[in-house]
């Protein structure tokens, strides 16, 4: 019979600086049990059924599938989200807007928007952050859509309005006080696209021209039309474009244009205040 211990130690050979973090969850995952239970009982038995799907995750877990495709989920700010291969995988970068969105200063009802929701990770972190906030997630493929929406009833039922757009396509005449994005900004040629998670990730949701820039200045230059006066929109980045970024806010007239970085020091997320009418 195989135990739990030589289950572990048949995933050090996984792909990553994570082997064994990888065979923990994926383990985990299978038999629905805590990290802490693989420890505390590395003699118990698996069915032979169950060896059978751990060799099999460990072959794909070998071929490069992420992980968060093969158990279905990954946490971000604390919540458990469904992912599959129509969204992008969340990734702790992103809580930094987060964290800057939820620093602002906005109504208690705010009217807040989240483009290219994805898996709604943005979106849910925001509506379970500010409970009085009406908080819109677009995107314009139908099955992230259904990610998303799953994500919504699931966690935060009835908080987050999912609404299939191009963009604002399907927001005509609709006004916010945050816009939030975390957009495709990766080059098409990026040697990056061929490596890791990436690899598997909806390439649509990641390449944005030649230079990463097409979609970021695209929500620069519309969305001052469907702010509020006094409203933000915050964006995520490369840690490469944030120059290039807070110029295209300066120059579709945003003010108050800054860039944080993220808790590895790269400048990832630039916002800017809107005070026109």
Not at 78 to 95: D, F, G, H, K
Not at 158 to 171: E, H, I, K, N, T
Not at 235 to 255: C, N, P, S, Y
Request: charged residues 20%.
């Amino acid at each position: 019979m195989t135990t739990v211990a030589a289950c572990l130690r048949a995933g050090d050979d996984l792909p990553g600086d994570s082997a064994r973090r990888d065979a923990e969850v994926l383990l985990g995952h299978l038999l629905g049990k805590s990290r802490s239970w693989l420890y505390a009982w590395p003699e118990q038995s698996l069915t032979a059924a169950q060896a059978a799907d751990y060799a099999a995750l460990l072959e794909q877990r070998r071929a490069g599938v992420p992980v968060a495709y093969l158990t279905g989920e990954r946490e971000f700010w604390s919540l458990s989200l469904c992912v599959t291969e129509a969204t992008l995988i969340p990734r702790p970068e992103t809580e930094t807007l987060v964290e800057w969105a939820l620093d602002l200063a906005l109504p208690p009802t705010a009217a807040v928007l989240d483009l290219g929701t994805g898996s709604g990770a943005i979106a849910l972190a925001l509506a379970c952050g500010r409970p009085g906030w009406r908080v819109t997630a677009v995107d314009v493929s139908a099955a992230a859509l259904a990610v998303a929406d799953q994500n919504v009833r699931r966690l935060c039922p009835g908080r987050v309005r999912c609404l299939q757009s191009d963009w604002f396509g399907a927001l005509q005449g609709e006004r916010f006080d945050l816009v939030v994005s975390n957009p495709p900004y990766v080059e098409s040629d990026s040697p990056w696209l061929g490596s890791g998670d990436v690899r598997f990730e909806p390439r649509s949701a990641l390449v944005a021209g030649s230079a990463g820039l097409d979609d970021l200045r695209q929500l620069a230059i519309a969305a001052p039309a469907h702010l509020r006066p006094g409203g933000w929109l915050l964006l995520e980045h490369g840690f490469q474009q944030a120059g290039a970024v807070r110029q295209l806010l300066t120059d579709a007239g945003f003010g108050a244009v800054a860039t944080r970085r993220d808790l590895a020091g790269l400048e990832r997320i630039t916002g800017g205040h809107w005070s026109a009418g």
